[in-house]
Structures are given as C-alpha cells and as structure tokens.
C-alpha cells in the first residue's frame, strides 16, 4: 500500500465526512406533532445571538444595533408578559468538527472559544438555555421537553442567521406542528436575497411574519 494511496484515501474520508456534517447541520429534524389544544401558552426563543456571531463582519453597525434592540425589547415585552424566554446556543461538536471550524471558520462556536457565550449587550436573564449543535434547535431533546412540560405550542423566533438556523429551528417546528412566528427586525441575515426567498417560503408553510409587540 502506498503512501499517496493512503493519503487519497484519507482526504475522500475527510470530504466525505464534511459533506455530512453539512447535510447534517442543514436538514430540518421531524418529530411527533404535538397537540395544540394542550399547548397554550408561547415562549420567545433567542438563536444563536453569540458574540462569536455577532461579532462577525457578515453585518455593520446598524444591522446589529437594530438587532440587538428588537430582540431586547422583545424580551422585556415578555418577561413582563410572562412567557419564557428560551436562550439557544451553537457549539459544534466533534474533534474533528471543532479542527475544521478552527481551520475554516477561526473557532467560532466551538466551546473553548471566548466568545462562544451570548452576546453581553442583549443583557439576558433568560429562563432557559439550550444547546444545539446543528442547525435545528429542535436536534436538542432536553429543548422539546421543556416546551411539553411549560405547554409551549407558540414559538416567536429571533437571533440569526435568518437563513440558517432560524431557518432551520422554524421548520423543525413546523414540522411538529408548532405555531411560528418572526419578527424580521429581530433576525439578522447575511444573504438579504436568499432571506426574501426563504422568507417567502415560510410565509407559505405557515410562519406568522408580522412585528411582535
């Protein structure tokens, strides 16, 4: 067996793998539908809003600072409403994950990164935090049981990417048959096109795209 044969087949093992961490991360999960009747009250879910994220240049200033307000005032709104505010955190997972997201994407979201925590602006005192570590934050077992066990059939959505795993977390619980809501002003995107498409999309799958007060 020879060396360059060896290291050709390490390298198809290696893209290989990445093609399914992709697929992995990008596809919705499904799930049992849930029972709506016995499941009145909603919760407002925060993805992603890491400073490891959005700390990146894929927004300026004023993306980030409206942003940052809207999903503030939104908190408020429903702490003082008293609906749960669920905080959702990525970390990828894996060694060989981690090594290529450190290669590629400079370790943003891998757990001993220093900004893998939420963004200290948004000034959150959320009554939950999960963990996820693809796209759909429904891919957390120990999420879906705190919306069962607090009757959660609503879900308000904010954070980013509005076309990744906001994306992604709607159709998870559309899946389920979960009432969906987003406040655009409260979901940063870095691909404004390809939102409008995907934006369409729900629309048409269900997701109540009007302003949350």
Not at 45 to 69: H, K, N, R, Y
Not at 194 to 209: C, E, K, P, S
């Amino acid at each position: 067996m020879s060396v360059l044969w060896i290291i050709a087949t390490g390298i198809v093992i290696a893209v290989l793998y990445i093609l399914m961490e992709i697929r992995k991360i990008g596809t919705p999960t499904t799930g049992p539908k849930i029972n709506l009747a016995s499941r009145p009250e909603t919760a407002l879910l925060v993805i992603d809003m890491q400073t490891d994220f959005t700390s990146m240049s894929a927004w300026d200033d004023v993306q980030i600072e409206g942003a940052l307000s809207a999903i503030r005032s939104m908190t408020d709104s429903a702490h003082q409403s008293r609906r749960p505010v669920i905080v959702i955190r990525h970390e990828f997972e894996g060694r060989l994950a981690n090594m290529l997201n450190g290669w590629f994407n400079q370790g943003r979201g891998n757990a001993e990164s220093d900004g893998i925590g939420l963004d200290p602006r948004l000034a959150l005192n959320p009554d939950a935090e999960f963990v996820k570590s693809v796209g759909d934050a429904f891919s957390s077992s120990v999420f879906e049981q705190f919306l069962e066990e607090k009757q959660i059939g609503t879900l308000v959505l904010t954070g980013l990417d509005g076309c990744h795993c906001v994306n992604k977390t709607a159709q998870g619980a559309l899946n389920r048959g979960y009432r969906v809501q987003i406040d655009p002003a409260a979901v940063l995107v870095a691909d404004p096109s390809r939102w409008h498409g995907i934006r369409n999309q729900l629309a048409t799958a269900g997701v109540d795209f009007r302003p949350q007060t």
